[in-house]
C-alpha cells in the first residue's frame, strides 16, 4: 500500500500536483497548480490544508513564480531583475495573505523569499522544505508512539494526518507508528464541523491503512471521556507560542477542558516548525471564515435567513491543559514540575 502522499511536484512538466481535499471521501481527485496564482487559491479554498501541508505548497507557489519568471525578458538585464523581484515580492504577499493562522505558511515563504534574495533556486529551497517535512513527520511518529499503550483508544480532533503534512501526519504519524509497531489501537475522530476533516479526511486515511476508526459527532467527546472509554486525545497544532499556547481546530480547547476534568491526557503532536517564539496570544489573527460552511452542509441550507454565525477555524488551548507536546526531537511536558 502507497504512503498517502497530498503534494507532489512533477518535475518533467514543472507543476505541482495536489489531491483535493474538498472532493474526499467520495473522490480521489488531484487539483493542478501552474502558478502561484493557483496554489493560493487551493490554500484558501482547503483543496490543500493543514499547517505543514499549507506551507509546503506555499513554498512551491514561490517556486511556481521564479520558474514563471524566467520567462520573462523586458529589456535590459537589470530591468528584468527588477522585474523579476516585483513579481517575486507579489506572489510572497498574496501567499501570505491566504490564511493567517498556520505559522508554517509564514516561515515558508520566508526561507523561499531568502533563497531568492541570496540567488538561490526557489524551487530547491521548496523540495528541501517538502522533504525535511517528510522525515520531521516520520520522527514525531516514532518519537510519540511510545506514549501509546497496547489497547488504547485515542481520540483525535480534525485531521492532523498524512493529508495535513507532507506524509504521515503529526498526531496521526503517533498513531500510526504505534500500529507500524503492532500496539493494538482503535481511534475515535471527532467529525469536526463544520469542514469535518475528522469525517472525511482521518477517516478515509486511517480506513485505507486499516486502522480501527470510529467517527463521532463533535458533541460525544465528553459522553465518552465520562464513560471511560477514551484512554488518550492527541491532536495537530497550527501554531504554538513560547508559553506552549497552542492554537489548533476550533473545538480543541473544549476537548483539552473535558480532558482535564476527566482526568484523560492530552497531547499535541507538532514539528518546531510550528513555533512561534515572536509573537504572543493578543497577536495571533484567528481565522474566521465564510459563514456558508457553517449554514449549509453539501450546499444544503440548514438555516433559516438572514441568522448570523461564529465561523472560527481556530481555538487556542492554554499550556495548563496539556499533557506533552510530541515533537521530532523530544516530548516537551508544559507542566512538569
Ligand atoms: C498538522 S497541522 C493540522 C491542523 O490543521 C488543521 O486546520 P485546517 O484543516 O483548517 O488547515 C487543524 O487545525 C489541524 O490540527
Known sequence: MKDLRPIIWDNEKNQLILIDQRKLPNSLEYF????????????????????????????????????????????????TKTKGFRLIEKAHNELKNTRPTAVNLFWALDRCMEAYKNNKSILNEAKEIHNEDIEICKKIGQIGEKIINDGDTILTHCNAGALATSAYGTALSVIRFAHYNNKKISVIADETRPRLQGANLTAYELNYENIPVKVITDNTAGFLMKMGKIDKIIVGADRILKDYTVFNKIGTYSLAVLAKYHNVPFYVGAPYSTF???????????????????????????????????????????????????????IIYPNKK
Do not use: Q
Not at 453539501?298 to 465561523?311: A, D, K, L, R, T
Open 276 to 330: 512561534d517564539y515572536e509573537n504572543s496570544i493578543e497577536d495571533i489573527i484567528i481565522e474566521e471564515r465564510d459563514e456558508k460552511e457553517v449554514k449549509y452542509i453539501n450546499n444544503i441550507n440548514i438555516m433559516p435567513e438572514g441568522v448570523s454565525v461564529y465561523n472560527y477555524a481556530f481555538d487556542s488551548t492554554p499550556a495548563e491543559l496539556i499533557t506533552g507536546i510530541i515533537t521530532e526531537k523530544e
Open 32 to 79: 493542478v497548480c501552474k502558478t502561484y496564482e493557483d496554489v493560493a487559491f487551493a490554500i484558501k479554498d482547503m483543496v490543500v490544508r493543514g499547517a505543514p501541508a499549507i506551507g509546503v505548497s506555499a513554498a512551491y507557489g514561490m517556486a511556481l513564480a521564479e520558474l514563471n519568471n524566467n520567462n520573462i525578458a523586458c529589456g535590459s538585464k537589470r530591468a
